[in-house]
């Protein structure tokens, strides 16, 4: 088979964890490109900023904790991971309260970000 | 970057972040619910004013259409699905939902 070009593909993530499957099916769908050793960045924005809330507790909930599995990222190389400022604030949040690093970002600065890619990929 | 809205402004904030992200210039489709934002009169009128002189903002005819919507916002560009299909050709497509 033909050597592909490596695609850029930004996964913007925008749902809270819990609520809906959008998260966590975010969550397989940058692990499973990123096996594939695709160019990923993820940003955070509005209610995606809360999937990446410390201190997730689900077991009286008896779902999946699958915040920290976030931190495996990482291992495969994704490290461009972005968190919008203004969706942080809103909420009371700020890095320190994230289970994983991110860059914290002005909406026009991941606009352009945005603008870079080849694909955009909403959860 | 053609960015595409298809929940109602008033029952999610898809058109606020959108506007927020989008720089000027961008197209904006609205679509099924959508379409809604282009209703004159509501709260969101003021927000899609200002978004229009920013913004060529497209919506789908046969959407508005069947939701009785019959005062549109100025300046919006009533179209169908094969415009639709034209501008996805021509832009990067940031969907939000």
């Not at chain 1, 499973?32 to 924005?45: K, R, T, Y």
């Not at chain 1, 990222?73 to 009371?92: C, H, K, P, V």
């Amino acid at each position: 088979m033909a050597e592909k070009e490596k695609s850029k593909i930004m996964f913007l993530m925008r749902k809270a964890a819990h609520g809906s499957i959008y998260a966590y099916e975010g969550l397989e769908a940058i692990l499973i490109m990123g096996a594939f050793e695709q160019e990923i960045s993820v940003a955070f924005i509005d209610d995606g900023v809360f999937v990446l809330k410390k201190e997730q507790d689900t077991k009286p909930l008896g779902v999946k904790e699958f915040s920290r599995t976030f931190k495996t990222l990482e291992d495969f190389d994704i490290t461009n991971i972005y968190a919008d400022r203004e969706s942080l604030e809103q909420r009371g949040l700020t890095a320190d309260d994230l289970i994983i690093p991110v860059k914290v970002m002005e909406a026009g600065e991941i606009a352009k970000l945005m603008e870079g890619q080849d694909v955009l990929l909403p959860f | 970057m053609l960015h595409t809205i298809n929940k109602s402004p008033f029952f999610s904030n898809n058109l606020e972040s959108c506007l927020r992200f989008a720089k000027d210039g961008d197209p904006i489709m609205l679509y099924e619910d959508g379409v809604y934002a282009v209703l004159a009169g509501t709260k969101i009128e003021p927000a899609m004013k200002d978004a229009l002189k920013k913004h060529p903002v497209y919506a789908i005819e046969a959407d508005v259409k069947a939701r009785g919507i019959t005062k549109v916002l100025e300046s919006v560009y009533l179209c169908d699905y094969s415009c639709f299909v034209g501008l996805v050709e021509q832009h990067l497509v940031s969907p939000w939902f």
